[in-house]
């Protein structure tokens, strides 16, 4: 059966970018064969069960209708490698925690460790995919790892980033609005980036195809992201003026969306961006900035980096000042712990700041989300903001994760919205009024509840980037 296959492909890392990738490749390329590998069983056990080790809209369809026809899961990564075509690495790139470049720079350290593997177990000339959003020219270490294999093999390396969106990722992935290569512009490197092309033109549009040099195509997804990071931090900055002259940010953003220079999309302002993606990406480019000497280039982005933090704690201290400047011992119910709707993911989220932040206040924090798992959410409090349950006494108790919504606000002094679920907008808010300490404060923090209509209840609304009635009397 396998000499049946037009390609067949491997890759490595399955999480977020490379399972729902691949899934997406089977299900549109029928002859093409298609493995994801990875070092954790557990992670390819859950990708061969039922229960997928990540929460996306349509993704347990594409994979029950391709698994074990033309899509594999697989640690034996050694033989996979060997028989594949091409060969995608999709693995971790955190931002360094130490030495040379910390806290700004990528670590591309498991991008190194795939290249070996692949030069050390290979038995026959391969292209290989870079789909990690990586540095400019990490490319260029990954080609001199493959080069100097002792079997004599040629290896063409190509950049291709992903540019989808968690929550939308299937959508993204069957409708892209671009799929981008880039390679070698010799004739080696050209055949490698029409072979791949050649993969996604049997659902993707071959005007949306763009090839590009490597280069082009590894600062491509910086700039991707830090482009949309920076309205965000834009529209941001403006919800705090509008708080304090009685402007509204929907209006303004409705106002200037409408010039079709601008546009209205990445125009809402909220608590703040999350995700693996953003903020490892601008501080990716501001490093290259600085390493290139472009000192000014570099502090311009890590302005978008410095108003993300500030919106965030922003909200926690409006939380507390509008709360008579205390939160100790007060029950704070927090709806939405993922970093935005539709996915379980928790990394960089806004919510686990405002916990963080309510938590050296004395809030007993009780938290709803969805899909959010109370491990997922210790394990990034711990990297991210270094708190756990052994330098952080009564961290355990002091955070309760509730399975009903109605549970977590009952008796609440405080209910704030942090991810922008749509469940959140149905709830029985007259049901939940009833059950709150009074007064019974709401800080909506996506802007996706009636204000109004929860105030005639009889809450105290605060939202971002609207005026507080109580301070206004020209609204």
């Known amino acids: 059966m396998s000499d049946d296959w037009d390609v067949k492909i491997c890759c490595m890392g399955a999480g977020y970018v490379g399972g729902p990738t691949m899934a997406v490749i089977a299900k549109n ?6 493995c994801v590998v990875d070092l954790s069983q557990k992670q390819i056990d859950a990708w061969n069960s039922d229960n997928l080790p990540i929460y996306e809209p349509g993704l347990p369809e594409v994979v029950q209708e391709c698994r074990g026809r033309n899509l594999f899961f697989s640690t034996d990564i050694d033989a996979e490698i060997n028989k594949a075509d091409i060969v995608f690495i999709s ?12 806290g700004r720079a990528a670590n591309i350290k498991n991008c190194e460790l795939c290249a070996r593997k692949i030069a050390e177990v290979s038995t026959s000339d391969k292209i290989v995919v870079e789909k990690s959003t990586v540095p400019v020219r990490t490319a260029e270490a990954v080609s001199r790892v ?4 002792e079997k004599g093999l040629k290896f063409q390396v190509l950049s291709n980033p992903e540019f989808l969106a968690e929550g939308t990722a299937i959508d993204d992935l069957m409708k892209p609005d671009r799929v981008l290569i880039g390679g070698q512009q010799n004739p080696e490197g050209i055949a490698a980036a029409e072979k791949l092309a050649s993969v996604y033109a049997n659902w993707v549009d071959p005007e949306n195809i763009l090839t590009t040099n490597l280069w082009s195509s590894e600062l491509s997804k910086l700039v991707a992201n830090a482009f949309l990071a920076q309205r965000v931090s834009s529209i941001n900055s403006i919800s705090a003026l509008c708080e304090a002259t009685g402007a509204d940010v929907s209006e303004i953003s409705r106002a200037v969306g409408k010039d079709d220079r601008i546009g209205s999309r990445f125009l809402q302002a909220s608590v703040g961006f999350g995700g693996s993606c953003f903020q490892k990406d601008i501080l990716n480019l501001v490093y290259l900035c600085e390493t290139y000497g472009l000192d000014e280039c570099a502090a311009y982005w890590n302005q978008v980096i410095l108003m993300n933090n500030y919106q965030k704690k922003r909200f926690s201290e409006k939380m507390v000042g509008k709360m008579f400047n205390t939160a100790t011992g007060k029950k704070v119910a927090i709806l939405g712990y993922a970093f935005k709707k539709d996915t379980g993911d928790v990394r960089e989220t806004p919510s686990m700041f405002v916990v963080r932040d309510l938590l050296q206040e004395g809030a007993k924090i009780h938290v709803f989300d969805p899909q959010v798992k109370r491990e997922d959410m210790w394990i990034e409090m711990d990297y991210t903001c270094g708190v756990n349950a052994s330098n952080t006494p009564g961290l355990e108790e002091g955070v309760t994760t509730c399975t009903d919504p109605y549970e977590a606000c009952a008796g609440a002094h405080a209910m704030a919205v942090l991810t922008e679920w749509d469940e959140f907008k149905s709830y029985d808010y007259e049901k939940i009024y009833a059950s709150m300490s009074k007064p019974a404060f709401i800080f909506d923090g996506r802007n996706i509840l009636d204000h109004d209509a929860l105030r005639k209840i009889g809450f105290e609304v605060h939202a971002i980037g609207h005026p507080d009635p109580n301070e206004f009397d020209d609204l």
Do not use: D, F, Y
Request: with cysteine; hydrophobic share 30%.
């Open 29 to 34: 390329c029928p002859k093409v064969r298609v």
């Open 146 to 149: 493959l080069k100097v294999n």
């Open 91 to 102: 693995v971790n790139t955190p931002t360094k925690t130490q030495g040379i470049g910390a």
